[in-house]
């Protein structure tokens, strides 16, 4: 498969594009929570376990469970209980209350393990009927995003946004970082859902232009440029190396998730109520063996 070169644009624009809202807006909650019934979707695997341990054993090897720490060592006044894991040989703090779940991660980015670590414990918050909190003492530029995208492969999982609650700095949103305000409705899984979508392409579009005329192909099953022509794993990662792609923190997986968001927000109308029935017709079909196998958290 011929590679093709993305990536090229850089966007130092300061804004927000208008929200991609609308008719087919309403069609992308629902094609994509269709999707998710494909375990496949998904890089990480669902636990349902209430304890923090068999949680993160079930997720994956990148764990390790090193206990509890005693109440009058919790770090955090707001804390009731406190439990150490390394992720990768580095440490985070997962740290709770009786209503919500946070994470200090410490010495734990991204490529290291980050990225499980939220799924992990926005897994645990959902089996045990608590709301996983952003990090009281605050979110880096990178969580901002990285923390949005987590959310929504969560509700997705789950079906529901009630296990997760924004950082009070995902509601303000960044104008420097170019990520916009989210919108957030409690108890509103669909409306909650939809926002979690625009937000994260909205986001990756200020820095990565370029997804606005990218697409995927469901009756091929592969990323399309704007020119039609197919684009191959080896040329997402050469994206993942452009400027742009850097100032937005967007890997390979990042990218896909991305161009999917795009596309399903702009299936209006019938189109997308017949992608919506191509899904249902085919389910399970259109996950396993493509592209955007592993796309989700």
Known sequence: MEDVNIGHTDNNKIGFAEPETGYGSDHAVATLQELAKNDELFSYPKSSASHLKTVLREIGPMFQYEGEISRLDVPDPRAVQGYIVG???????????????????????????????????????????????????GLSDIALRRRTENMLSSALKHGTTRHLAPHPRQIDGDTRLGVPPMHWNEGGDADNIRSLIETTVESLAHHVPEIR??????????????????????????????????????????????????????RAGKEGS?????????DGELVAGTQLAGAFY
């Open 87 to 137: 992720v990768n040989g580095r440490d985070a703090i997962v740290l709770e209350n009786d209503s919500e779940v946070w994470v200090n991660f410490t010495d734990v980015g991204e490529g290291s393990g980050g990225s499980a670590l939220y799924a992990a414990v926005a897994d645990y918050s959902h089996n045990t009927g608590r709301v996983f909190i952003g990090d009281p003492e």
């Open 213 to 266: 005329t990218s697409t995927y192909n469901f009756g091929t099953g592969t990323f399309r440029t704007g020119e039609g022509k197919s684009i191959s794993d080896g040329a997402f990662r050469a994206w993942a190396a452009t400027p742009g792609s850097r100032a937005a923190s967007a890997g390979s997986r990042t990218l896909k998730r991305g161009l999917l968001l795009h596309t399903l927000l702009h």
């Open 274 to 282: 017949g992608l919506l029935a191509q899904i249902l017709r085919r």
